[in-house]
């Protein structure tokens, strides 16, 4: 019975924890798999939802700068608007870069907000990081809190995804995919590229902060380890190429089955011996890439190939009939 | 004012070589202009000064008798130029179908709001949109295709789907960037319908770079000739074909399309 438990437990883990990164590869896919902008800066956005809602909610401390107890939902909403702002700088200045300059400017942009992370501790208490994050659901006895708090990412992650395939099938999903496939041509029958391509991106970078400020909340904790680009930024794009670019299904199959397998390395890792171990978590990406990489074999464009939208007109027949 | 399109001494040089050399001349309203001349001659470049994908040394442009300096493609577009390119530009990983419904200006969808709260609206745009596609596609005998992905399409048909992009607004003035290229010679007596069609059935004004002179002849009036970045001759083709300084263009550079016609 106890084992049972415990593997619930683990279970409940995992899902929650994929989810969290389901909300991060759908902001991705938005901005790569639907706008083709190569944003290798994730673990930056990440980390502004994440430190902005840690900062805002966590207890009032006397003599510490850290924490304004205001409610959970506020941090959360904040924490997105946040990131949206952030988005928008940054797109205001990177999105007029070809895509390999775009990756290389938000690497920087990421590395510089993890530099600040680190370093002003007055705002985000450094290396120590800020404990004592609220979680909601906290009344609840037990396993109930955490089954309570993967409903809670569900909810969210579903709700995304309806926001986003709402998107995807509209004529704004359809000039995203057309600027992705060819700028030129999109330019030319009147679209305004930049105008299209920074909403993307802030709605995408949206999507980033709300997955930060759910792991924050997930784990009363963060510090600037959780901003590291290896469990982001690397992590949410193997996610998402495997799962299946532009395709939202895929942007939450992906995250779910990486993870559960990313989770499963550090078993196997676990076993080594002890002067192995410091090695383990290269051994643990090593592995992840090669699984990328057979399955980019197997599926050349990921497990859930994009598929282009059905025409109207089908949905006005299905209409007539029901 | 009575041209479409004005090119007024339109000067670009790429490093040492100049592409267009004070380059003038004018598309008359309501008219299909050719513009014939051998390879390098700078046609596509001034096309793509044109639509404000280029920009010019020197010179200015008129469309519709305003000066379009500076502005970007997106702008001309809503000014009323459509275009299509030399080489293909479809988006590939979008359905032939898709690739018309893009087209048309100021879709109520294209706003992220509007995708979310008002999906009627947007539903009963998208029908409009989708009809107008279809008889666009039925038109070019392209309705088989309508669900293949663009990238998947010949050449040819490419060509045709770039005409048909071309048809899904009510644009003042198309360029056209050698339409008969890569499109077999039985299509190619339709497309010249196509575009006869078109020409009445609006108030389109057209100006089309093509090699084909079967097609421009049968097609356009005037015919201007370009070589070397200048204009070299205009008028009927029946007053260029007589011409010995396009002749000798023409041989010049060994195009067998001229010399046997
Ligand atoms: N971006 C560019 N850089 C350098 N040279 C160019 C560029 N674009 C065109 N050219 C040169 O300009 C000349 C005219 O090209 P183009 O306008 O394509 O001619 P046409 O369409 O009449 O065949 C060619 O010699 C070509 O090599
Ligand atoms: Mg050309």
């Known amino acids: ?322 | 004012m009575s041209a479409i399109i004005a090119v007024d001494r339109i000067t670009k040089r790429y490093g040492g070589l100049t592409v267009l050399d004070a380059c003038s001349f004018e598309v008359p309203r309501g008219s299909i202009t050719g513009l014939i001349g051998p390879n390098g001659a700078g046609k596509t470049t001034l096309f793509n000064i044109i639509a404000g994908v280029t920009r010019a040394d020197h010179g200015r442009i008129l469309l519709d008798g305003a000066d379009v300096a500076g502005k970007k493609p997106h702008e001309l577009f809503q000014l009323g130029l459509a275009r299509t390119f030399q080489i293909p530009k479809e988006w590939t990983r979008m359905t032939v179908l898709e690739n018309l419904m893009v087209v048309p200006r100021q879709q109520a969808g294209e706003g992220v709001l509007a995708a979310w709260f008002e999906r009627g609206r947007v539903r009963r745009e998208e029908m409009a949109i989708l009809r107008r596609a279809e008889a666009t596609l039925e038109i070019l005998g392209l309705s088989g295709h309508r669900a293949a992905l663009a990238g998947t399409l010949s050449g040819g048909q490419k060509k045709l789907m770039e005409l048909g992009r071309t048809m899904m607004v009510d644009a003042k003035v198309v360029l056209l960037d050698e339409p008969g290229a890569g499109v077999n010679r039985t299509l190619l007596g339709d497309l010249a319908q196509h575009i006869e069609r078109l020409h009445r059935g609006h108030a389109t004004s057209f100006c089309i770079i093509e090699h084909d002179m079967d097609l421009i002849a049968r097609l356009c009036d005037p015919v201007i000739v370009m070589a070397e970045g200048r204009v070299l001759a205009e008028g009927k083709m029946a007053e260029i074909k007589a011409d010995a300084r396009v002749r000798a263009a023409y041989l010049g550079a060994a195009s067998p399309g001229m010399a046997a016609a």
Not at chain 1, 41 to 69: D, M, Q, R
Not at chain 1, 93 to 113: F, H, P, V
Not at chain 1, 290 to 303: D, N, S, T
């Open chain 1, 1 to 322: 019975m106890n084992a049972l438990v415990g593997y619930g437990e683990y279970a409940v883990s995992l899902l929650t924890i994929g989810g969290i990164y389901a909300v991060m590869a759908l902001g991705l896919n938005l901005q790569w798999g639907y706008g083709g902008l190569f944003n290798a800066g994730v673990s930056g956005f990440f980390a502004v939802g994440a430190y902005a809602s840690a900062i805002l909610t966590a207890p009032v401390t006397p003599g510490h700068f850290v924490g304004f107890g205001l409610p959970i939902i506020v941090g959360i909403v904040s924490a997105m608007l946040l990131s949206a702002v952030v988005g928008w700088f940054v797109g205001r200045i990177c999105l007029r870069l070809q895509s390999d300059y775009l990756a290389m400017a938000t690497i920087g942009i990421a590395e510089i907000l993890r530099l600040v992370i680190d370093n002003e501790i007055w705002l985000t208490n450094g290396s120590r990081g800020i404990v004592a994050i609220p979680r909601p659901f906290e009344d609840l006895p037990g396993i109930w809190r955490d089954f309570a708090y993967l409903g809670l990412v569900a909810a969210v992650v579903a709700a995304l995804y309806i926001a986003l395939e709402l998107l995807a099938r509209s004529p704004w999903g359809r000039v995203m995919r057309a600027i992705r496939d060819n700028e030129a041509a999109a330019a030319a029958f009147g679209k305004d590229v930049a105008s299209f391509r920074l909403q993307a991106f802030v709605l995408g970078s949206m999507a980033m902060g709300l997955s930060g400020a759910l792991t924050a909340h997930a784990f009363k904790f963060i510090g600037p380890d959780a901003t590291l680009p290896l469990i982001t930024t690397f992590l949410v794009w193997v996610m998402l190429i495997a799962g299946g670019s532009a395709n939202n299904r895929g942007a939450i199959l992906g995250p779910i089955l990486i993870w559960t397998l990313w989770s499963a390395t550090e078993l196997l890792t676990g076993t080594l011996p002890p002067e192995w171990q410091i090695r383990g978590s290269y051994l643990r990406v090593f592995l992840i890439g090669l699984l990328l990489q057979v399955v980019l074999q197997r599926f050349p464009r990921g497990l859930l190939p994009e598929r282009p939208p059905r025409p109207p007109q089908a949905e006005r027949v299905d209409a007539k009939e029901g």
